[in-house]
């Protein structure tokens, strides 16, 4: 199985600034066939399910604020949320689906 | 709109069975994968399978291959999962989330979910 590491943990960032969050996976998740990269992101509240921000690794489901980018290719990969706000408080996963389907562990990010 | 629509809370005692149901509306049910994804209280995301609606086909994590069963009931757009010999680290939230669809190919990110249901296993 292919395994899904993020960093940090936990990300405190102040109202306003960039946050960053890092997803490295074992093996890469690049499809040469498309070069496609089998890779996305999600944000969970507390109390609610995911749900999709990023794919394709970095583009951005309909809906979403131009504040979320994703970017990276291969095995490295980031989340970028250019201007913190309130609402962006929760935890965020990277997910691959090139092989199987596997979860980062999450990562939570709160207002410092 | 698409709505995905879970069935209620549940405990179980250890050794038991759980079936839980996932009624969708807003889109049509034979086009897409249907997948489910199950959170432990305070945990992460763990894939445990899919399946097509349009076939009944499914393919399921390793961990979960011998207790675990999908089916569908496309007279009324919905899919269930049920998950046998329940043991007490089985207590979690479970999810079913729709794959995005292009061009009748699924692939595996998801764009809606349902609401969740937990699962609590307990004697």
């Known amino acids: 199985d292919i395994v899904m590491t993020q960093s940090p943990d936990s990300l405190d960032v102040s109202l306003g600034e960039r946050a960053t969050i890092n997803c490295k996976s074992s093996q890469s998740v690049l499809y040469s066939s498309n070069n496609k990269n089998y890779l996305a992101w999600y944000q969970q509240k507390p109390g609610q399910p995911p749900k999709l921000l990023i794919y394709w690794a970095s583009t951005r489901e309909s809906g979403v604020p131009d504040r979320f980018s994703g970017s990276g290719s291969g095995t490295d990969f980031t989340l970028t949320i250019s201007s913190l706000q309130a609402e962006d408080v929760a935890v965020y996963y990277c997910q691959q689906y090139y092989s199987s389907h596997t979860f980062g562990q999450g990562t939570r990010l709160e207002i410092k | 709109q698409v709505q995905l629509v879970q069935s209620g809370a549940e405990v179980k005692k250890p050794g038991a069975s759980v079936k839980v149901s996932c009624k969708t509306s807003?889109?049509?049910?034979?086009?897409?994968?249907m997948h489910w994804v199950r959170q432990a209280p305070g945990q992460g995301l763990e894939w445990m399978g899919w399946?097509?609606?349009?076939?009944?086909?499914?393919n399921f994590a390793q961990k979960f291959q011998v207790r675990v069963t999908m089916t569908r009931d496309t007279s009324i757009s919905t899919v269930n999962m049920e998950l046998s010999s329940l043991i007490s680290d089985d207590t979690a939230i479970y999810y079913c989330a729709r794959a995005h669809s292009i061009g009748g190919y699924s692939y595996g990110y998801y764009d809606y979910w349902g609401q969740g249901t937990l699962v609590t296993v307990s004697s």
């Open positions: 399946i097509n609606p349009d076939t009944g086909g499914t």
């Open positions: 807003g889109y049509t049910f034979t086009g897409y994968y």
